[in-house]
Structures are given as C-alpha cells and as structure tokens.
C-alpha cells in the first residue's frame, strides 16, 4: 500500500549573510510516521523546523504540505493549516495556569468572533464551554488534570514541556513539529514524554517531526530517522540502518556516545 505523502521539501536552502544552515535539504514526511532529525549541534536542525513553520523564509526550494506549497507563507497561516510545535526553549506564559496557556492554542479554533468572546453572552458562552471540553480532553490524554489551575510558572521543568505539548495539541494539528522535548529530563520523565509521543502518533494519528538528542529514545520510537551535518542531509533510512552507517558512526554517532 503506497502512503500517503504529507511534507515534502525540495533543495531547501536557507542563508544568513555568509552563514547557511540549510544547504540543499530534502525530506519527506509521509502519514503515520515518526520521522527524527539528528545531528551535532549547529548542523541545522531547529533552523530546518523554523523554515517548516514559517519562522525562517528560505533562500531557494520548496515546502510542500498536503499539496500545497507553504514556502513563503507566515506562521500564523501555517498553523492555521496544521502544523503545530513545540521549542527547544520553552515558550510558555509563566503567569498564566495550565488550563489558560493550553487555551491560547485554541485560538485558530475558535468560532465566534472576538467582540462575542470579550461580552461572554450566548453563543460565546457555549463556545467558551466546548473549547474547555477540548482542553480538559487534552488534559486528561496527557495526564496533567491536577495541575490545571496552578500556573506554569511554579511547575517542574518536566511539567511544563508537557503543558507545552498540551498547547500545540489543542491547535488540533495535523503535523506536529517537537524540538528536543527531553532535554533536561531524567530517565522516568523522558519515558513518560515517549510514551505520550507514541500515543499522539498512534491514537491521534498525527505524524511528528521530533529533533532529539537522546539517542536510544530516539531509536526506540522512530519509523524513520533524517541526520543532518553542516545543514546537509548526509543520511536517511530506518534507526537500524542509521545505527550501522559508517559516515554517521564517523560524523555523529560515536562522538554522542562519547560524550553521554
């Protein structure tokens, strides 16, 4: 059965004066998938993931979502089309509790108008309840229903990347893009971030694009893997054949194993 292609990226070149993170990458993104992107650091990773989203406009090549070409368009239109995710640094109101961060990602979601919202009568009153039903779903999927009411700010550093999480599901995505979502996590964090991950892909069907340095997570939850190395693609193929791959073992591998 052939499947089914939802990210395509052609020649994507992106460059910063002399600087070019990006030199000619191309992937693919089929549905159902995990797909992770690896690399040492600076090699062009989150700078691939921000020209996804519309972060960075790229100097040559083509994005290509769901048959449409999302090359140039904005992140707000870009995530109105699905793609949704998570950073590398959080980027959470601290302020503000679980329950009304995870709600500014139902933003796009919304049907009434913002005038209706700010006066919270009728027909905004009954859309303010079915947005809350979503997010308590979400709430529940991901296991933070007792934190609902404390703000991000006072949470651990685990808990807060899965608020974060929790915010770029209630986008409703249909690709979601996670940037390195256990860095600073210990050993039982990192396993429930996993299974979370497995769960979004399997149950939700949504196919992720995952940047992780944790190598053996990596392996163990990954359809496919994609290595980058001085914003060049330099290998491709399922976690056993990146294992075994001699200029990945040279480039990337063996130097991440040194030093964990």
């Known amino acids: 059965m052939q499947k089914l292609l939802r990210l395509k990226i052609e020649n994507l ?23 992770a992107i690896i690399g040492p650091n600076g090699a062009g990773k989150t700078a691939l993931l921000n020209c996804i989203n519309g972060f960075y406009k790229p100097w040559k090549g083509t994005i290509i ?44 979601r919304t049907d009434e108008n913002f005038i209706m919202q700010m006066i919270w009568f009728g027909p905004a009153r009954k859309e303010e309840i079915r947005q809350r039903h979503i997010v308590e779903g979400i709430l529940d999927f991901l296991e933070i229903q007792h934190i609902r009411h404390i703000k991000v700010g006072g949470l651990s550093y685990g808990l807060r990347k899965r608020v974060e999480l929790a915010r770029a599901l209630a986008l409703e995505p249909t690709l979601l893009l996670v940037d390195e979502p256990m860095t600073g996590m210990n050993r039982e964090e990192k396993e429930d971030m996993a299974r979370y991950l497995i769960d979004i892909n399997q149950l939700r069907r949504i196919p992720i694009i995952i940047i992780e340095h944790d190598m053996g997570l990596v392996m163990d939850i990954t359809d496919r893997v994609v290595v980058l190395d001085f914003g060049k693609k330099i290998a491709e193929g399922t976690p056993e054949e990146i294992q075994s791959d001699q200029t990945v073992i040279h480039s990337y591998l063996g130097a991440a194993e040194s030093q964990s």
């Open 13 to 35: 070149h992106l460059r910063f004066g002399d600087l070019a993170p990006l030199a000619g990458v191309e992937l693919e993104v089929y549905a159902g998938e995990i797909l």
């Open 65 to 108: 979502f769901d048959g449409f070409e999302i090359t140039c368009l904005s992140p707000y239109k870009i995530a109105q089309l699905g793609i949704s995710r998570t950073f590398q640094n959080l980027a959470l109101y601290s302020g503000a509790t679980t329950l009304e961060n995870i709600l500014t990602g139902r933003h796009f």
